[in-house]
């Protein structure tokens, strides 16, 4: 089951945020969700080459900030931030006139961000690296960087094979059903030749790892105390013999 559930909506409220944060009534909330839609498109689509992680929607009465996480700033501000304005102008047009602020955030490890990481790989497959080559090196990039656990599964017509299939490589722990493991979830579609190919990464980050989901050694004790009484009472009666 736990390959079946998106892992950031799984945890939602214990360990992630919302992507969107608005509040509205049940008859503006259709426009909105549509238009963050909208939104997202349009910046992925505008900064293709500036590896956009993801895009925070946050609305006010009659405002928009727009929070772009990127591993390349400079791409994304552009020359004397002329991408920016260009940028504001357009989202503040989609959006019917409403005041557009743009935060630009900073990935300083990209390799330990799942969607990155994806897109990654889809792009070695794009430019016809072989699949499990690219899997291997980006799994063992990542757990140069510190990852606790790292799992890539793509799936399509894998090197230009007749039939599709899926295939995955996984390296240390990835607990999908653990609550307190905050597991980073991306997911990329590579659009090579002979089909489209997608890219699902699920990444375990070194500095989101709590107290508790590392199990210390003197939890494991209280098996042993049981087996250590077991074993007291199956000697007794030897000794009373």
Not at 68 to 79: D, M
Not at 126 to 134: K, L, Q, V, W
Not at 205 to 219: D, F, I, L, T, W
Request: hydrophobic content about 35%; overall charge positive.
């Amino acid at each position: 089951m736990g390959q079946k559930v998106n892992p950031i909506g799984y945890r939602l409220a214990v360990s992630r945020d919302w992507r969107s944060r608005w509040y509205a009534s049940p008859q503006d909330f259709p426009t909105f969700l549509h238009g963050d839609i909208q939104i997202r498109s349009y910046v992925k689509d505008k900064l293709r080459q500036a590896a956009v992680a993801r895009v925070g929607i946050e609305r006010a009465w009659n405002s928009i900030r727009v929070t772009i996480f990127t591993a390349r700033p400079g791409v994304v501000i552009g020359r004397k931030g002329s991408e920016i304005e260009r940028m504001t102008e357009d989202i503040g047009r989609m959006s019917g006139g409403k005041s557009v602020k743009i935060d630009i955030q900073e990935i300083k490890t990209p390799e330990l961000d799942a969607q990155l990481v994806a897109e990654n790989v889809a792009l070695q497959l794009e430019r016809r690296i072989s699949f499990r080559r690219a899997m291997k090196k980006t799994i063992q990039s990542s757990m140069d960087f510190g990852a606790i656990g790292v799992k890539i599964r793509c799936a399509g017509r894998l090197g230009g094979a007749e039939i599709s299939r899926a295939e995955s490589f996984r390296e240390g722990k990835i607990p999908l059903h653990t609550l307190r493991a905050p597991i980073d979830y991306g997911f990329f579609e590579a659009h090579t030749v002979y089909g489209i190919i997608g890219v699902k990464v699920w990444l375990w980050k070194p500095a989101e790892v709590p107290q508790a989901a590392r199990p210390e050694r003197g939890e494991r004790g209280e098996r042993g105390d049981r087996g250590d009484r077991g074993e007291r009472h199956s000697h007794a009666p030897q000794a009373a013999h």
